[in-house]
């Protein structure tokens, strides 16, 4: 049974970079058949994909049209997590955050979700 | 950007079917998941590769997907089952959730 479990800090100032991080147990970071996602969710823009890092003898990212001048993800082998990093936030990023883990075209496992706001 | 449209609700009787739809061009030609959400929780698969259950989703949970209409079936709905509803599908290598349709059952 896979587990994700997320961190990160609640609160960011506008211009500032989100970061947040989602540790794994039960598989790996580098399983040749999961992928590594990060989604959002707000009243306004509903479920919203941020993108995604997976392993297939190398490392592959996607990343949405919408967000993709300011994201990044990572994988870290050393601990078993991944992460996402998200510059020059704005108030209209706030939103409650999830990591997810797909195999396949699906996602089978969420995170419990962390609610970060952006605020001055 | 490609764009998933469900009906903001379904109202459906204990013991009765709903149905939900997910409109999008060509969408029969994708693999459509499904996503149970209830209040303050986490997302969870119902459905995926238009009609495969994952384990442990009862079987009164399907799905079809045909031209630019998937559906959701709820047989036999329970009280249980009253949350948010969301498809999802990729498209060019990027994932997309739908609108979203809030079950009700009365």
């Known amino acids: 049974q896979v587990q994700l479990q997320q961190s990160g800090p609640g609160l960011v100032k506008p211009s500032q970079t989100l970061s947040l991080t989602c540790a794994i147990s039960?598989?790996?970071?580098?399983?040749?058949?999961?992928?590594w996602n990060w989604i959002r969710q707000s009243p306004s823009r509903g479920l919203e994909w941020l993108g995604r890092?997976?392993?297939?003898?190398?490392?592959?990212?996607n990343y949405a049209v919408s967000v993709k001048s300011r994201v990044t993800i990572n994988p870290d082998t050393s601990k078993n997590q991944f992460s996402l990093q998200l510059t020059s936030v704005t108030p209209e990023d706030t939103a409650v955050y999830y990591c997810s883990m797909g195999t396949g075209t699906y996602l089978d496992y969420w995170g419990q979700g962390v609610l970060v706001t952006v605020s001055s | 950007s490609y764009e998933l449209t469900q009906p903001p609700s379904v109202s459906v009787s204990p013991g009765q079917t709903a149905s939900i739809t997910c409109s999008g061009d060509?969408?029969?030609?994708?693999?459509v998941s499904w996503y149970q959400q209830k209040p303050g929780q986490s997302p969870v698969a119902v459905i995926y590769q238009d009609r495969k259950r994952p384990s442990g989703i009862p079987e009164r949970f399907s799905g079809s997907n045909s031209g630019n209409t998937a559906t959701l079936t709820i047989s036999g709905t329970q009280g249980m089952d009253e949350a948010d509803y969301y498809c999802?599908?990729?498209?060019?290598?990027?994932?997309?959730f739908g609108t979203g349709t809030k079950v009700t059952v009365l």
């Open positions: 039960g598989d790996s970071v580098s399983s040749n058949s999961s992928a």
């Open positions: 999802q599908a990729w498209d060019s290598s990027a994932a997309f």
């Open positions: 060509k969408l029969g030609d994708k693999f």
């Open positions: 890092t997976y392993y297939r003898s190398k490392w592959y990212n």
